[in-house]
Every structure is written in structure tokens, then in C-alpha cells.
């Protein structure tokens, strides 16, 4: 490889790429861009690319079926949408909107400011917020003498929270803020796949609190020292982004790199085997064809049917990663028939509310080019691991439920002007305690099979940037062999 470009004038190897979600399209995005001769084939069961990734337009609408914007702290989406040319199309979201609504005894109250996922960098809003009872706020503020835990294992999100800030911030905050992201069980969830900064602040600062605070201090340092520095530096970016045209124009763009023929869409891979003369063959409704080398993009657990056969440990290692599964529904109102005055991005419901609901995305206050003037597009989360017999709801059992919820959380009249719902099962891989153990013990089986690797969200991380990762890692390693 040089520059990394790879220079194999004589490059006939066959790559065959299973699944094009982004995990999947990414990975081979990354075998022709680094190898322009690459002989690359991207399978895909289903009649369209994306995975769960799936914009829809309708009635003035832009309406995001699943993921609707991706982080920019973990650089891989803002890097490949700038090497793809989509940097013009980055929309932030809106500033005015920026907070975060917790619902209690069914009102909106705002996340108190400075309240990063499980730990304050300001005390004042805590001491004030309506979301905690004195006693709930004075445990959670007690947090900064509470000694570290020694024991290096994994943990339970629910444990880690409510050792460090007590059962009430957990109930009220914690527990709805994560669900939000990882439609988890949290007394199974495990830290160290997930949100380990968090471990990392304990173990080298003893306390939360303390580590917020240092980092606010030096932040602030850091940043009056390079003030101008940084206000010449170019673009920055809100914390999430998304595309203008919706989130399939990256899907679009990646497929548009890949050369003609190589997309094989309705081409389920049935089996997969060591090929006769080394590589693997993959059963096509079809017939059968060889590969050099495999990246299978798939959820894991196809990937554990797929690798079954051929290693029976690996196989059942992939298939042990639970998912969950969750349901969208996207509702379309006039602005006029909303009485709650909305200023965040959405909200998060705790499950001690016992609201059929997990949270609700304010989607055009978020974005507003994704609504008409004068509309509103709500996007209404149901199912993950707290209620997984709402996301199996048919649509005419589902939507009542939902809007008889939405209404009364955000005082709206009337009758919605559009629905869309989207059903997604076993798409959200659970990373349960132990999880890091786990991906270990797959790679290490992995690497025992020359040709085969794998990608997807199950691994190293449910977001788009960390999908895209696994994919280019994965294509890298192939043309690495
Ligand atoms: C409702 C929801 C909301 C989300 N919100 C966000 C968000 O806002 N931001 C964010 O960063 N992330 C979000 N995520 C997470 C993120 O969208 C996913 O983790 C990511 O898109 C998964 O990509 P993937 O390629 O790993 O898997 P998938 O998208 O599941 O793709 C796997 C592909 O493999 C194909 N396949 C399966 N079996 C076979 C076979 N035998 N042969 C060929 N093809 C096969 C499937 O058809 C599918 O196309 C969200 C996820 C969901 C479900």
C-alpha cells in the first residue's frame, strides 16, 4: 500500500462483501478506494441498500425511518462524508434547540444544563431541577466522596450508576437518557462496551463529579489559550449532523463509487464454505461463486448461521449477541394544533413512568428543512429491551397508543396529517456485560480462518460512525492479507 492506495496492477482477487447496510457499502467503498481494481461483489437480500438506514419523502415530509443523525466526536461519518463530497450537504442542528426534555408524572422538564449522559459538569441546575426529589439530588451530589470501585470487571450500567449517583438520578436521568440509545436492559448492559469514559472518569479522578469538573477547567483553559486559534481553524461541528437530503444520500453516495455490477441486490447468501482451492464459496439462490476473501456485514447472529458450519464455537459465539428490537412512528401535525411550547430536541420517558413510549424526537425542531413551514414531524420511539411486545404491535394497534401518548405529552389537538411507521426487529445488538470479552474471543476465532472477517453494529459500537469503522477496518484487513 502506498499512500494508502493500493498499487496491484495485477489485482484479480474476489472480495465478496455480505449485507450493504453502512457497515457493509463502507467496507466496500473502502476496498475500490484504496484498490481501484479491487473485484469487489456486495450482496444484499434485500430489494434496496441501506439496511436500517432509510429516508422517506412524503407529503412535504422528510421523514428518517431509523438513525437520523450521526456523532461527530467519533470522526469516521464526518470523514467519509468529506471524502465522498457530502461535506456541503452537513446540516447542524438547529442551535435553538438544543436541550433535552426528561418527562416526569407525564410534564416535559428540561435534562438540567450540563448533565453529560450520567454525570453533572454543573451542580446549580441539579440543585434546581423539578426532575429529583431533595433527598434523590442530595445522593446524587454525595457522588464526589463516594470511594472508587477496585474491582477491574465489567459492570452493569444500572449497578455503576446507582453505586456512583444513587437510585433516584438513576431512575429519573440515567436510566431514559441511555435507553434512549441503546433500547437496552441496563441491569445487563454492560459499561465497558458502552459508555467506559465513564469508568475511565472513577478510576482516575474517584468520582465523577471531579472528573467533569477537572475536564470543564482545563477545557476552559484550553480554550482561552486558543480562542483565535480555533476560531480560524475552519468548519466545526454540532455534536450530531445530519444530511440535507436525509441520511440515504450517503448510502446513495457510496453506492455511486462502487463500479458498475458489482451490487447484487435480492441475493440472499444461503451458506458458506471453505472453497476447494482455498477461499470461500458462498450458496446463492443461484448457484454457488468463490471468493478470495469474505466480509460478512450482516447482524451477527446471520453471521453465526452463516459460520456455523465451518466453526461451530464461532458460530454460536456470533449467535449468543442478543438484539432487541423497536418501532418508529412518525407523526405529521400543524404547528398550530401543538399547546406545548417545544424547545429541545426531544424527550426521554423513564421506564418508572410506565409510558408505552421510550422517547420522542422533536425531528423538525431538531432539523427544521424537515418539515414545510407551518408543520411539525414527531418521530415516537416504542419496544427495545423494556417493552419488546410494542415493537411486534401491528400498525393499527400501535398508532393509537402512540398518539394518545404524544398528544398528551405535547397538549396537541386534532388528528395527525400524516403517519409513517417503521418496524425494525432484532436490529439493535445488546452489548451485555461481558461483551468486550466476547468480541475478543470472536476476533481471535476469526483470525484462525484466512479470508473472513466481519463488520457491523454488533461489535465495537451501535452508532454510524463506529458502523463505518468496522467496515473500513474490516476492508483494510482483507487488502492488508
Ligand atoms: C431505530 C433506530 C434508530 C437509530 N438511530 C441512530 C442514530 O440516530 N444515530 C446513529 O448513529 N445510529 C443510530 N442507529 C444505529 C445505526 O443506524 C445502526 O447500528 C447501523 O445503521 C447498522 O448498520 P449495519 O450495516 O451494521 O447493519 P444493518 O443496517 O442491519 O445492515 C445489515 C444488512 O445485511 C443484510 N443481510 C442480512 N442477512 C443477509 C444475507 N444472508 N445475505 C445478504 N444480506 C443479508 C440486511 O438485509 C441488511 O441490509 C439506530 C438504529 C435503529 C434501529
Redesign the pocket.
Not at 455480505?18 to 463502507?26: D, M
Not at 450482496?43 to 434485500?46: P, T
Not at 441475493?267 to 444461503?270: D, L, Q
Given at each position: 500500500m502506498d499512500n494508502g492506495v493500493v498499487d496491484r496492477s495485477s489485482s484479480s482477487r474476489r472480495i465478496a462483501v455480505?449485507?450493504?447496510?453502512?457497515?457493509?457499502?463502507?467496507a466496500a467503498h473502502r476496498l475500490v478506494e484504496l484498490d481501484p481494481r479491487a473485484n469487489v461483489t456486495l450482496?444484499?437480500?434485500?430489494g434496496?441498500?441501506?439496511?436500517?438506514?432509510h429516508t422517506v419523502h412524503e407529503a412535504g415530509f422528510q421523514v428518517?425511518?431509523?438513525?437520523?443523525?450521526?456523532?461527530t466526536t467519533v470522526p469516521f461519518?464526518l470523514e467519509l462524508c468529506r471524502r465522498l463530497g457530502l461535506t456541503e450537504q452537513l446540516v447542524q442542528t438547529n442551535p435553538a434547540y438544543r436541550r433535552t426534555y426528561v418527562v416526569r408524572r407525564g410534564r416535559l422538564h428540561t435534562l438540567p444544563d450540563g448533565f453529560l449522559m450520567m454525570a453533572p459538569t454543573r451542580l446549580w441546575p441539579l440543585a434546581l431541577t423539578p426532575i429529583l426529589s431533595p433527598m434523590g439530588k442530595l445522593r446524587a451530589a454525595l457522588e464526589y466522596f463516594i470511594p472508587p470501585r477496585r474491582d477491574e470487571g465489567d459492570e452493569s450500567m444500572a449497578g455503576f450508576v446507582r453505586r456512583r449517583l444513587g437510585r433516584e438520578a438513576f431512575d429519573r436521568l440515567v436510566e431514559p437518557l441511555v435507553s434512549a440509545?441503546y433500547?437496552a436492559d441496563l441491569e445487563r448492559l454492560s459499561v465497558d462496551a458502552t459508555l467506559s469514559r465513564f469508568r475511565d472518569m472513577e478510576r482516575e479522578h474517584g468520582s465523577l463529579i471531579r472528573a467533569m469538573r477537572r475536564q470543564m477547567a482545563q477545557r476552559r483553559r484550553a480554550h482561552r489559550g486558543h480562542s483565535r486559534e480555533t476560531s480560524e481553524s475552519g468548519a466545526r461541528y454540532s455534536m450530531?449532523v445530519t444530511l440535507r437530503d436525509g441520511l440515504s444520500s450517503l448510502v446513495d453516495a457510496l453506492a455511486a463509487r462502487l463500479p458498475a455490477g458489482s451490487i447484487r441486490l435480492e441475493?440472499?447468501?444461503?451458506r458458506l464454505a471453505p472453497g476447494m482451492e482455498g477461499g470461500w464459496t458462498l450458496s446463492l439462490p443461484g448457484g454457488s461463486e468463490t471468493f478470495d476473501a469474505v466480509i460478512l456485514?450482516?447482524?451477527s447472529y446471520?453471521a453465526g448461521?452463516?459460520v456455523g458450519p465451518v466453526d461451530g464455537e464461532l458460530g454460536r459465539s456470533l449467535s449468543s449477541i442478543e438484539h432487541s428490537g423497536?418501532?418508529?412512528v412518525s407523526v405529521g401535525f400543524e404547528s398550530r394544533q401543538i399547546a406545548q411550547p417545544i424547545h429541545g430536541m426531544g424527550a426521554v420517558v423513564p421506564a418508572v413512568e410506565r409510558s408505552p413510549i421510550l422517547a420522542v424526537s422533536f425531528s423538525s425542531h431538531k432539523y427544521v428543512h424537515r418539515a414545510p413551514e407551518g408543520k411539525q414531524v414527531f418521530r415516537v420511539?416504542v419496544g427495545g429491551a423494556r417493552a419488546p411486545e410494542m415493537a411486534e404491535l401491528s400498525d393499527g394497534e400501535l398508532v393509537p397508543i402512540v398518539l394518545k401518548e404524544l398528544k398528551s405529552l405535547l397538549g396537541i389537538s386534532g388528528e395527525p396529517i400524516y403517519v409513517n411507521v417503521?418496524h425494525?426487529p432484532r436490529?439493535?445488538?445488546q452489548y451485555h456485560v461481558g461483551h468486550l470479552d466476547a468480541v475478543t474471543r470472536i476476533r481471535s476465532l476469526v483470525a484462525t480462518h484466512p479470508g473472513l472477517e466481519l463488520?457491523?453494529?454488533?461489535y465495537q459500537?451501535?452508532?454510524?460512525?463506529?458502523?463505518i469503522h468496522?467496515?473500513e477496518q474490516a476492508a483494510e484487513r482483507v487488502l492488508a492479507q
Open positions: 455480505v449485507g450493504a447496510g453502512i457497515a457493509g457499502l463502507a450482496f444484499e437480500r434485500a434496496r441498500l441501506g439496511g436500517v438506514l428518517e425511518q431509523s438513525a437520523d443523525n450521526f456523532i461519518g440509545v433500547a450530531f441475493t440472499p447468501v444461503e456485514a450482516t447482524p446471520v448461521e452463516l423497536t418501532a418508529i420511539f417503521a425494525w436490529t439493535m445488538p463488520a457491523g453494529n454488533a459500537g451501535v452508532g454510524l460512525p463506529d458502523c468496522s467496515g
